[in-house]
């Protein structure tokens, strides 16, 4: 399969992490949504990243939905409980990571590609940003597991500690580790695992 996108985006970054954490083997063709959308949107009209090129031709398109595909191949070894309350609660926390990480790059284009930024728009997305930080660690200095579910890590990790990346590398100026103690500490522990030092792409912002 061909994995498209680069890793600099928290969201083929969570997917590349999840593929190596399968031991699923995966072709990656770094194209950005920017200088490559042509080329892109022959696989996927929205010319977004990830998209997953299957090994029979199908195109799988959005993240949750190339996780989805990979956890039903994984059967009883996906990064994910099958049902339930640890199974709600594991989506949860990847709905607000992947939501903070929507915002985040949000304020991205509206302060660099926008000759007339709004600031209502910037105060709105970071405030939107700040609350889902609490939020989650709060959440995270809850659990006393090294995971947040267990001792292994699961989507819940992967899609919050590359969102605690793109905060680093995207908005120096609202990351404060001191201010999220146990983000800044599950960060530090998903970046020292292998599958992840194996998929780092430094942010670099895009131009007008």
Not at 185 to 199: M, N
């Amino acid at each position: 399969m061909i994995l498209i996108g680069q890793y600099d985006s928290p969201f083929v970054r969570r997917v590349a992490i999840a593929l190596r954490l399968y031991h699923v083997h995966y072709e990656h063709w770094p194209w950005s949504t920017f200088g490559d959308a042509d080329k892109l949107a022959v696989y996927n009209p929205l010319r977004r990243v990830p998209t997953l090129l299957l090994d029979d031709g199908e195109v799988l398109i959005e993240s949750a939905a190339i996780l989805d595909y990979l956890d039903e191949r994984a059967g009883d070894h996906r990064l994910i409980a099958a049902a339930g309350q640890q199974r709600r609660a594991a989506l949860k926390v990847c709905g607000l990571a992947t939501g903070l990480c929507d915002k985040m790059v949000s304020l991205v284009y509206e302060q660099l590609l926008h000759a007339a930024t709004s600031d209502m728009w910037i105060a709105r997305c970071r405030s939107q940003i700040g609350d889902v930080l609490d939020a989650l660690q709060a959440d995270r200095a809850q659990q006393a597991t090294p995971f947040w579910f267990g001792n292994s890590p699961g989507h819940a990790d992967i899609a919050v500690g590359c969102a605690m990346r793109f905060l680093a590398d995207a908005h120096p100026d609202i990351h404060a580790p001191g201010q999220w103690p146990a983000l800044a500490a599950h960060a530090a522990r998903c970046e020292a695992l292998p599958a992840f030092q194996a998929v780092v792409q430094p942010f670099i912002p895009p131009t007008r």
